[in-house]
């Protein structure tokens, strides 16, 4: 059985098979979670990392999200900070995010975090619209990445909240805005 094959059954299935694409670089688990017409957006509120502000359809989707992504980043977890209902399957479902990962090139951790906006059609049950929000991206020295890969790796991947992430995290100064951000992210 392939991962196409299967049909996700719930909002939870499909946000899972998203990282199952995303995190761990494979871009057949895209077609799980997104529809064929899918649109991928994306809001910028930093320029510390670069991401074309919209991809049509599934095949630009994985290209953008999995196979360029992937040529510059590895190690990357991504945690939800917000889990639905167990089997549920929603219209739309929102939720903040934290990720860690390292630049091939340099061995720089990048940290960021932000919003998910999903939408998702019925049948088959799949995202039709995703919009990422990066509020903030920092980049952190290669000597920091035991910090702050003990620190995310602590916790429970794939869902976490932002009180776990905060109150665990290293006392690096450069993560202060991703820390502000889990503190207030409606800007308080």
């Given at each position: 059985?392939?991962?196409?094959?299967?049909?996700?059954?719930?909002?939870?299935?499909?946000?899972?098979?998203?990282?199952?694409?995303?995190?761990?670089?494979?871009?057949?688990?895209?077609?799980?979670?997104?529809?064929?017409g899918a649109v991928l957006k994306m809001a910028?509120?930093?320029?510390?990392?670069?991401?074309?502000?919209?991809?049509?359809?599934?095949?630009?989707?994985?290209?953008?999200?999995?196979?360029?992504?992937?040529?510059?980043?590895?190690?990357?977890?991504?945690?939800?900070?917000?889990?639905?209902?167990?089997?549920?399957?929603?219209?739309?479902?929102?939720?903040?995010?934290?990720?860690?990962?390292?630049?091939?090139?340099?061995?720089?951790?990048?940290?960021?975090?932000?919003?998910?906006?999903?939408?998702?059609?019925?049948?088959?049950?799949?995202?039709?619209?995703?919009?990422?929000?990066?509020?903030?991206?920092?980049?952190?020295?290669?000597?920091?990445?035991?910090?702050?890969?003990?620190?995310?790796?602590?916790?429970?991947?794939?869902?976490?909240?932002?009180?776990?992430?905060?109150?665990?995290?290293?006392?690096?100064?450069?993560?202060?805005?991703?820390?502000?951000?889990?503190?207030?992210?409606?800007?308080?």
């Amino acid at each position: 059985m392939t991962p196409e094959s299967s049909s996700p059954s719930c909002t939870e299935s499909v946000l899972r098979d998203y990282f199952h694409a995303k995190d761990e670089n494979r871009p057949h688990y895209m077609a799980r979670a997104f529809a064929d017409g899918a649109v991928l957006k994306m809001a910028l509120r930093t320029q510390a990392i670069a991401f074309p502000p919209e991809s049509h359809g599934l095949a630009a989707i994985a290209d953008t999200l999995v196979r360029k992504f992937g040529q510059t980043y590895d190690n990357v977890y991504t945690f939800y900070l917000s889990r639905p209902a167990p089997g549920a399957c929603l219209p739309d479902y929102q939720c903040d995010w934290i990720v860690a990962m390292t630049e091939k090139a340099t061995g720089n951790v990048r940290v960021g975090c932000g919003r998910y906006d999903w939408k998702f059609q019925a049948d088959p049950y799949r995202a039709t619209d995703l919009t990422i929000t990066i509020e903030t991206m920092v980049t952190l020295p290669p000597g920091d990445m035991a910090a702050v890969f003990g620190w995310l790796l602590a916790l429970d991947y794939p869902w976490t909240n932002a009180a776990r992430v905060v109150a665990s995290a290293p006392p690096l100064e450069a993560l202060a805005p991703v820390v502000h951000y889990l503190l207030h992210p409606n800007g308080l």
